[in-house]
């Protein structure tokens, strides 16, 4: 994979500072459209080094009540392919690496090529398909090829080795590790299945490996540093936006939140 | 000529439909059943296992009925009636349930989920847990669990748990998407028993090669009692497991004409539909490539139909791609056609079948005034309508 997206030259930067990299997941359109481009700014400035823009689903299997919830408003509120390339598009002008993470039916029905050219106009680096297979994906293949894109797909800790190998052949910018066997979500620990899950990666791909699912604390986030060259958090934010009575001070908590995350990710090596 | 054999490759793919759109933690269970389901295909042991079940337990062969007094009202066709209302638990839904229960216990699992809209498969997956000594959760869209409160209260009299899905739109399509998610987190000891012919591979063809049998049975009654093939055969399609169960020994008959009936609901023009061939385009859904009702975005419409067993809007992808090659036809049958023909059955007939049936009741009166009385026409009826007496009674008006 010959790209030098932002989101390439960000492990290049963390591996030689010797840190994982935190990444943060904010569903487009969540709280509000204007709410989602403040969360935005507020995560680039408390330090997060990514963001992945969720392109929110009618039906996301992969996600957990919090995550849903979130797509639900943000589909209430009338977000669609426009306000996802929006988001990306202001993520990347705050001089943060940004991908989108959606479901397989949306880029289909855009249209594939096109799809990926458009993430590329708006400076994105990649996107997550979390439910597209490696079988299906030779024309996403293709078009990420011709678009200069990282293709990010998500192993799991049940893949098994030889399977292991021919999906991270086919990931660029970073592989995407489920922590566990589960939909998003915060949990009370993270489970071994993810340090198992990155070292047996580790002996078939080089390539950054980032850990998703379940964690939502600065202990957490230290914990998985520890092994994974990327830390995901994405419930925990949108928990605390939730949980949050108004805008001020929900843009205050995902803040307070980022900036605990990425000192996490700091003091773990 | 025409060889289904063709449209399977080793990726379940039927033409450029079906295939395995998933989670990669749900690949290892995929590969297990896949693996489990050609290895019992193989397997004379589990074939009488299954065939014992289906003689001793449903009751098969379902028999054949020559609706005559119906058929009066259908252009004068020879009408027959494939008779799967008379199986245990009143609709073809066991044929599946049976063959995936006992896949469940030959991979050593303990614990089946399923999903349900009308409550029939709810209700068999249950029944086939209780036989077989299997714990059971059932997904049920809220709304669902309200229009079908006497199928909530069968399934928890065969021992299974029911949980109402307040997600989405709170009916079947949310509660796959809560089956997926309980299959996801509990894929070791668990198997996700889907009860139509969608979803990722291999759910299409193996839900299909565990309801073939219907069409297998029918094809040779029909024969035997006539001396030929029928003309038509016509079944009522949401996901389609009862009609593929039918057609599937016909594909192979070019001449007869294979016609699956949607629900059209308010009419495919008003949009308040189910109609998913007629009226949907092509996109991913629950896992298989096939035909989605989905807005312009990619996200999915709601579905709408009197019937909840096809209010749902996706379908197999096997269906999409008989539709596409001209091999078989869909219709849309609007909630009026389909109580119509409803009401035509229980009053010529004496038999009430359930209101997804009725939709290609509704097809046979059209297609049997189409062709007249020369014509012999085959309608797998599905189910029987025990379960849709109130949507009946409130439809028609009778007080309770």
């Known amino acids: ?269 | 000529m025409f060889d289904p054999k063709l449209v399977i490759d080793g990726l379940g793919h039927f033409g450029p439909y079906g295939g395995r759109f998933v989670p990669e933690a749900l690949i290892g269970a995929l590969e297990e059943l896949e693996a489990a389901h050609s290895s019992a295909l193989q397997d004379p042991i589990f074939q009488a296992e299954l065939a014992e079940l289906h003689r001793t337990y449903s009751g098969r062969p379902s028999i054949i009925t020559e609706a005559k007094r119906f058929a009066q009202h259908a252009g004068g066709a020879r009408i027959i009636l494939k008779r799967e209302d008379l199986n245990h638990t009143g609709s073809h839904k066991i044929n599946n349930v049976l063959g995936q229960a006992l896949l469940t216990k030959r991979m050593g699992k303990t614990r089946i989920i399923a999903e349900t809209g009308a409550g029939q498969h709810g209700v068999a997956s249950a029944t086939a847990a209780a036989l077989m000594g299997l714990e059971c959760v059932v997904y049920m869209g809220e709304e669902d669990t309200k229009r079908q409160s006497l199928n909530v209260a069968r399934m928890k009299l065969l021992g299974a748990k029911v949980v109402p899905v307040t997600s989405g739109s709170r009916t079947l399509k949310d509660a796959i998407n809560e089956a997926m998610r309980d299959w996801v987190t509990n894929v070791e000891n668990t198997h996700y028993l889907l009860g139509t012919v969608a979803g990722p591979h291999p759910f299409p063809t193996m839900v299909r090669d565990f309801h073939k049998i219907i069409g297998e049975e029918a094809r040779a009654q029909v024969i035997e009692l006539t001396g030929k093939l029928p003309d038509a055969v016509l079944a009522c399609v949401g996901g389609g497991s009862n009609a593929i169960g039918i057609f599937h020994d016909f594909i192979k008959d070019i001449d007869v004409r294979l016609i699956g009936l949607e629900a059209g609901g308010d009419g495919v023009e008003t949009g308040r539909h189910a109609a998913t061939i007629t009226g949907g385009t092509r996109g991913v859904l629950h896992g298989t490539r096939s035909y989605v009702l989905q807005d312009e975005n990619g996200q999915t419409v709601e579905s709408h139909s009197i019937s909840a067993g096809l209010d749902y809007p996706g379908v197999g992808p096997e269906h999409a791609y008989l539709h596409d090659i001209g091999r078989a036809e869909y219709r849309a049958i609007t909630d009026a056609q389909a109580m119509a023909a409803f009401a035509l059955l229980c009053q010529t007939e004496g038999i009430i079948p359930a209101i997804e049936t009725a939709h290609a009741l509704a097809g046979a009166i059209q297609i049997g005034n189409e062709l007249g009385p020369d014509a012999t026409l085959l309608i797998n009826l599905s189910g029987r309508g025990d379960k849709d007496v109130q949507t009946a009674a409130d439809y028609f008006g009778i007080p309770l």
């Open chain 1, 1 to 269: 994979m010959s790209t030098n997206t932002a989101l390439d030259q960000l492990f290049v930067k963390t591996r030689a500072e010797n840190r994982a990299a935190l990444i943060a997941y904010i569903p487009a359109g969540f709280p509000s459209q204007a709410g989602c481009h403040k969360v935005i700014e507020t995560l680039a400035k408390a330090g997060v080094d990514a963001i992945e823009i969720g392109y929110p689903y009618s039906d996301p299997v992969m996600d957990g009540p919090t995550i849903q919830a979130a797509a639900t408003q943000a589909l209430e509120n009338g977000t669609g392919v426009t306000e996802v390339f929006a988001a990306l598009k202001h993520a990347t002008d705050q001089g943060v690496a940004a991908v989108v993470m959606t479901y397989w039916n949306p880029i289909e029905r855009y249209g594939v090529a096109k799809f990926a050219q458009a993430i590329a106009d708006n400076g994105g680096s990649g996107v997550i398909t979390p439910d597209l297979t490696i079988e299906e994906s030779d024309e996403w293949r293709a078009a990420v090829k011709t678009s200069s894109i990282n293709p990010i797909y998500v192993v799991a800790p049940s893949t098994k080795p030889e399977r292991l190998v021919k999906v991270t052949d086919h990931c660029g910018g970073f592989i995407y590790a489920a922590s566990m066997m589960g939909v998003t979500g915060g949990r009370s620990g993270i489970s071994s299945a993810a340090g198992e899950l990155v070292a047996r990666l580790r002996e078939v791909s080089n390539k950054p490996i980032s850990v998703g699912l379940g964690v939502s604390n600065r202990e957490q986030a230290k914990e998985v540093a520890a092994f994974a060259d990327g830390v995901i958090v994405g419930s925990a934010f949108i928990k605390a936006i939730q949980d949050a009575p108004d805008e001020e001070s929900a843009l205050a908590a995902v803040a307070h939140l980022a900036s605990e995350l990425a000192k996490g990710v700091r003091e773990a090596r």
